[in-house]
């Protein structure tokens, strides 16, 4: 079936960087757009961007350009997510999921990873 | 740009119906087609429920519906479920290959 998995919680220190992974399998990889969405604790949903895994183009949110770097592998289905710079407020559920529209980007999150919790804490 | 406006909470008894509804400008909402809802229980990852205003996915309750009227996007749940009682999301495209989320609402089965 359709699954998404991420890599597992991360405890960081102000200044420094954090990179997700997100393991796609059962579907065609370079078929589907991925986005990134993070929820800081009892907050609601923040979109932070969106990756085409079959060309590598990318598009970040205004407020995160600059600190947020989206790969992927192909040879391993797997997206990434590195944000930089980390500071106390980016405390959150960072989660990829993927966008049900096929070859274009449509902005419907039809399949979720099970979310990585990013501490930041000095 | 701004997160969408949804009210905090809603709450409506068993078999009720209840409307949420989703406040952006005429750069989001307003100006295109795209809005999708999302569920999310505790500590769950959300569910797409709506997308494009109003289409459901596939195993999808045909009690949820979508509709939009200028800049503001509603979603009804009918038939309330003690199933139901989650938080809600809105989104919206928001032009330049952005995408921005509602503020949430709080769905309360009483």
């Known amino acids: 079936q359709v699954q998404l998995v991420q890599s597992g919680a991360e405890v960081k220190k102000p200044g420094a960087s954090v990179k997700v992974s997100c393991k796609t399998s059962?579907?065609?990889?370079?078929?589907?757009?991925m986005h990134w969405v993070r929820q800081a604790p009892g907050q609601g949903l923040e979109w932070l961007g969106w990756?085409?895994?079959?060309?590598?183009?990318?598009n970040y949110t205004q407020k995160f350009q600059g600190r947020v770097t989206m790969t992927r592998d192909t040879s391993i289905s797997t997206v990434s997510m590195e944000l930089s710079r980390l500071r106390s407020d980016d405390t959150a559920v960072y989660y990829c999921?993927?966008?049900?529209?096929?070859?274009?980007?449509?902005?419907?999150?039809?399949?979720w990873g099970q979310g990585t919790m990013v501490t930041v804490s000095s | 740009q701004s997160a969408l406006t949804q009210p905090p909470s809603a709450s409506g008894s068993p078999g009720q119906s209840v409307t949420i509804s989703c406040t952006g400008t005429?750069?989001?909402?307003?100006?295109?087609?795209?809005v999708s809802w999302y569920q999310q229980h505790p500590g769950k990852a959300p569910k797409l429920m709506i997308y494009?205003?109003?289409e459901r996915p596939s195993g999808v309750p045909d009690r949820f519906s979508g509709s939009k009227s200028g800049n503001t996007a509603s979603l009804t749940v009918s038939g309330l479920q003690a199933e139901d009682e989650a938080d809600y999301y809105c989104?919206?495209?928001?032009?330049?290959?952005?995408?921005?989320f509602g503020t949430g609402t709080k769905v309360t089965v009483l």
């Open positions: 005429s750069s989001d909402v307003g100006g295109y087609n795209y």
């Open positions: 059962g579907y065609i990889f370079t078929g589907f757009y």
């Open positions: 989104s919206s495209y928001a032009g330049s290959n952005n995408w921005v």
């Open positions: 990756i085409n895994p079959n060309s590598g183009a990318k």
């Open positions: 999921a993927r966008d049900s529209y096929n070859s274009v980007v449509g902005g419907a999150l039809d399949i």
């Open positions: 494009e205003v109003s």
